[in-house]
């Protein structure tokens, strides 16, 4: 509310009269949502292309009513101008509802329908609330209901935010490849199980987290318009499609496709569409599964670059602070551990949304909210954690090749590749016995006369090491 000294006017609604800041394009129903749902402090502004999806599907509607004869020049005009409008940019600050709220989204709904109505009522040359010439109901949710636009706005408004989750994937992709080309020519020991297992390269260790990486950008490229492009507008409360003319479905469809650049095409059943959220409970387990891979990409960094003088010790990842307010010199991985926080955090946004998809009843999911709020917040976080770690830390890592040298030659996994050449017993044998005194494998190898030396010099070339090849003997 404002103060007594501030210029202000009065929006009435079916609970009585308010007075708001004469300055707001929201109107009383948006006031009293901003009232009742201070719950996250996250407002539908944090999001600003859910705020451009919900101005696309205002702005199809109009179209549709306009194109049918439901919706005058003038007004036509006045709601697609202002829509044009946040869609550019403006009025962001407006949108003024916490992304938790009850209702099933209607407050969302009508703070897009009053900032809209009254920005084309001053573009009509109207004061704000001045409702009789244009009205936010009447006109802008025109054919419409919450229980269509809003999905269809969390639709569009994903499907227009996945593109630079994407780019920024594309980007940390693009580092980790110029590591494993770095670092092609330097050999050293892979590991399972945190033990010796084989050799491989530094270089091919980062490419295969390009590679992992690279499977999610596919797939999410694919899954995104896959799911999120059929939309519901159009099936008003229910899916039934009541208060829209037989034609303003098609229409709408039409338009939206047109104003927002993406292939939208109409869900089969609107029923259904109204009331299932299986299509955002799999988008989710997408972005969990990135997130899971970039955690787990973080933790081998973690471990390669552990020490630096009593770990693997394998990387250098790049100083960011000082780690520790008792230990002088100590310097922490932060990049990577932030990183797995937000996997962690994308993780639990997955497991709420998916008990609010269950929570659904009959005709509708009145969960949607904490859906969507889930969806961009994971996306929005992601996004920023995936430019993090390319800029603070991927971009900026070294390796520490002599050191990785040296584990290679004094490691017991060496035996595997003599094993097609000296046999398994003799293999164990040696690297029993290597294991015991301290010894290395070639030394061992080299003293009993096992293999030829211009042989076992064959074998340990890296090249022989790190891919398949047929058996020289």
């Known amino acids: 509310m404002s103060s007594s000294h501030s210029p202000s006017r009065l929006e ?7 007075e708001l800041p004469a300055e707001a394009y929201y109107g009383v129903q948006t006031l009293r949502a901003a009232e009742n749902f201070c719950l996250t402090g996250v407002k539908l502004s944090s999001y600003p292309k859910f705020v451009i999806a919900l101005a696309m599907v205002k702005h199809a509607a109009a179209s549709a009513n306009y194109q049918l004869g439901h919706l005058d020049k003038a007004k036509f005009d006045a709601i697609t101008k202002a ?4 869609i550019n940019g403006e009025f962001l600050d407006q ?5 938790i709220q009850g209702g099933a989204g209607t407050s969302t709904n009508m703070n897009a329908n009053e900032v809209i109505a009254n920005v084309a009522l001053e573009i009509m040359g109207h004061q704000k609330g001045d409702y009789q010439h244009l009205h936010p109901n009447n006109h802008v ?17 994903i499907l227009l935010s996945v593109q630079a989750l994407v780019d920024s994937l594309n980007r940390l992709i693009g580092a980790l490849r110029g590591k494993g080309k770095e670092f092609c020519h330097i050999l050293k020991m892979g590991r399972t199980q945190m033990q010796d297992a084989v050799p491989m390269t530094l270089g091919q260790e980062f490419q295969a987290f390009a590679t992992n990486l690279e499977e999610d950008v596919a797939r999410i490229l694919t899954l995104a318009p896959e799911l999120l492009e059929p939309v519901n507008i159009g099936g008003t409360a229910i899916g039934t499609g009541i208060n829209t003319d037989p034609a303003y479905q098609a229409a709408a469809v039409g338009f939206l496709a047109k104003v927002s650049g993406l292939n939208i095409k109409a869900a089969p059943d609107l029923i259904e569409a109204t009331s299932d959220m299986g299509d955002f409970v799999l988008f989710s387990g997408m972005l969990k599964r990135t ?3 970039l955690s787990k990409m973080c933790n081998d960094l973690r471990l390669l670059s552990s020490g630096p003088r009593t770990g693997i010790g394998e990387i250098n990842l790049p100083a960011r602070q000082p780690g520790s307010s008792i230990m002088p010199g100590k310097i922490n991985p932060v990049i990577p551990e932030a990183v797995s926080q937000v996997a962690f955090e994308v993780i639990g946004n997955d497991l709420a949304l998916t008990m609010a998809a269950e929570a659904g009843q009959l005709q509708l999911n009145p969960m949607e909210p904490l859906i969507a709020y889930k969806l961009f917040a994971s996306i929005d976080v992601l996004k920023q954690a995936i430019d993090m770690l390319r800029e603070l830390c991927i971009e900026g890592i070294t390796a520490n090749e002599a050191h990785c040298q ?12 003599l094993n097609p050449y000296i046999g398994y017993e003799n293999s164990t044998r040696i690297a029993k016995e290597a294991l015991e005194s301290g010894r290395g494998v070639l030394e061992l190898v080299e003293e009993e006369g096992l293999l030829d030396k211009n042989v076992l010099a064959e074998v340990m070339r890296p090249e022989n090491m790190i891919a398949p090849r047929k058996n020289c003997q």
């Open 12 to 18: 009435k609604d079916l609970l009585g009269t308010r």
């Open 83 to 86: 829509c044009g409008r946040i």
């Open 406 to 417: 040296h584990l290679v030659t004094q490691s017991i996994g060496l035996i595997t590749a």
């Open 95 to 99: 949108f003024i509802v916490d992304m």
């Open 141 to 157: 949710n025109m054919a419409q209901s919450t229980n269509d636009a809003y999905p269809t706005a969390i639709r569009v408004g």
């Open 291 to 293: 997130a899971v891979k």
